[in-house]
């Protein structure tokens, strides 16, 4: 049974870098029938892709977040991590990772989620 | 940029009635790259419908998705008390991955 577990911490003050990480039990982050994902929703939004890392270690960024983000794989650990750097108030938000299928070159929707953890940006 | 734009916002309606919820794309979702996802307060989005059309695993046969191109719509038959949630659609197909603004189901 797949399990995601995002850790990191609940405050971060204005202008600092922001630091997630996402325990991967019950599935190997190396494999390369799945993709991982990073989601954020804001209180009372939408959901906001963040970025997208696959088995090779590939990613690919939300265009609005790119000059800001990165994500990578740890294999030694089987975890992803997200770092967000010069973050504002607007950042505030509940922090997901995910899995996808992929397959033949294909993506597929996220279908395992992780709980979620809420990140605050203030001072 | 593919926008999503979901509707109705809210829809009020009382167990065992039917729910019609629409999603419109900007442009057309490239191979029906097209989900859906209920979410209740205080918890992660859960998978329904992959694909525009195929029920996730253990999704109930009361949840269907359907359309093709810019135009999807799910349908939930009969209203159970567990489906009063917000439903959101998300495209996958193309990069940047976008969601849909989200229609709520509450109970009327």
């Known amino acids: 049974h797949l399990q995601l577990q995002e850790s990191g911490p609940g405050l971060v003050k204005p202008s600092e870098t922001l630091s997630l990480t996402c325990a991967v039990s019950g599935a190997s982050i190396s494999n390369s029938n799945y993709y991982w994902g990073w989601i954020r929703q804001p209180p009372g939004k939408r959901l906001e892709w963040i970025g997208s890392?696959?088995?090779?270690?590939?990613?690919q960024y939300s265009p609005s977040l790119e000059s800001r983000v990165s994500i990578s794989l740890d294999r030694s650990k089987n975890q992803l991590s997200l770092r967000m750097t010069s973050v504002t108030a607007a950042d505030t938000a509940v922090y997901y990772c995910?899995?996808?299928?992929?397959?033949?070159?294909?993506?597929?929707?996220?279908?395992?989620w992780g709980q979620g953890i809420l990140v605050a940006v203030s001072s | 940029e593919i926008v999503l734009t979901q509707s109705p916002g809210t829809l009020s309606l009382s167990p065992g009635q039917r729910a019609t919820l629409s999603c419109r794309a900007s442009h057309i979702v490239t191979s029906n790259s097209l989900a859906w996802y209920q979410q209740k307060p205080g918890q992660a989005p859960s998978l329904i419908i992959n694909a525009a059309s195929s029920r996730a695993t253990g999704i109930p046969d009361r949840f269907s998705g359907s359309g093709s191109g810019t135009d999807f719509t799910l349908t939930i038959s009969r209203l159970e008390p567990e489906d009063f949630a917000v439903y959101y659609c998300h495209q996958y197909g193309s990069s940047p991955l976008t969601f849909g603004g989200g229609t709520k189901v509450e109970i009327k």
């Open positions: 890392v696959f088995y090779s270690g590939t990613t």
């Open positions: 995910a899995k996808g299928p992929f397959f033949l070159e294909l993506r597929f929707a996220f279908d395992d």
